[in-house]
């Protein structure tokens, strides 16, 4: 019981953020309007993503520094699983474009930013597939792995903070702290956070179980 406290925690967490999503109520936003709960899926999956790509790169250097074939198995799927909730941080932020800006995508600073970085990453597990001897695609792997992170930092954090953008709080758009005088959207959305994040840790622990298991058959 003790090691599965996440999982138990993802599943109350997101089972409130569903429920209350959809059915709570929300300050009155101009422009978002009923839009505005897609706050409470969209934007986790960015903080979902960072959490698992910083395990992943953590676990990179680990094994640079000791190289265990399980630290690279850790790396691989960390990553993996950020992947994934990049590509669905992608497609609810599309979603949610369609219906405020009228389109599925514009040249907004944070949208390119997030498809360049996902590209890098497609790149990594392209990489990982082109050898054939293990420990040489885990040590380049890890090495692609650190430059990755750095190159994701300017991409989605410092460069759109430079320009003006459509996403809320930026370009005149209206944000969702002075609106949400109530706290009715971060009694949500920090749940949602912290949910989406325990749910990642969750899907990575399976991965690497069934690695494990593929590799004792494999024996």
């Not at 959490?51 to 850790?74: C, G, T």
Request: aromatic content about 14%.
């Amino acid at each position: 019981m003790k090691q599965n406290w996440y999982k138990i925690l993802a599943v109350v967490l997101l089972a409130y953020v569903v429920i209350w999503g959809f059915l709570g109520r929300i300050p009155s936003q101009p422009i978002l309007h009923e839009t505005a709960r897609n706050l409470y899926f969209h934007v986790p999956m960015w903080f979902s993503m960072f959490a698992m790509l910083s395990v992943s790169v953590w676990n990179s250097i680990q094994y640079l520094r000791n190289p265990l074939i399980s630290f690279d198995d850790k790396a691989s799927e960390y990553a993996n699983t950020g992947i994934v909730f990049g590509i669905v941080g992608i497609a609810t932020g599309s979603v949610w474009a369609r219906y405020t800006w009228g389109t599925w995508w514009t040249n907004d600073v944070k949208l390119n930013g997030a498809a360049i970085g996902l590209l890098i990453y497609f790149a990594y597990i392209i990489l990982r597939g082109s050898f054939t001897d293990e420990q040489q695609r885990a040590r380049i792997s890890a090495i692609y792995n650190i430059f990755a992170v750095a190159l994701l930092i300017p991409l989605l954090i410092i460069l759109p903070r430079m320009t003006d953008s459509l996403h809320p709080g930026n370009g005149g758009n209206p944000g969702f702290k002075p609106m949400d005088t109530e706290h009715t959207m971060r009694i949500v959305f920090y749940p949602a956070c912290i949910g989406w994040i325990c749910l990642a840790f969750w899907i990575t622990s399976l991965r690497l179980r069934i690695r494990k298991l593929i590799a004792l058959n494999q024996d």
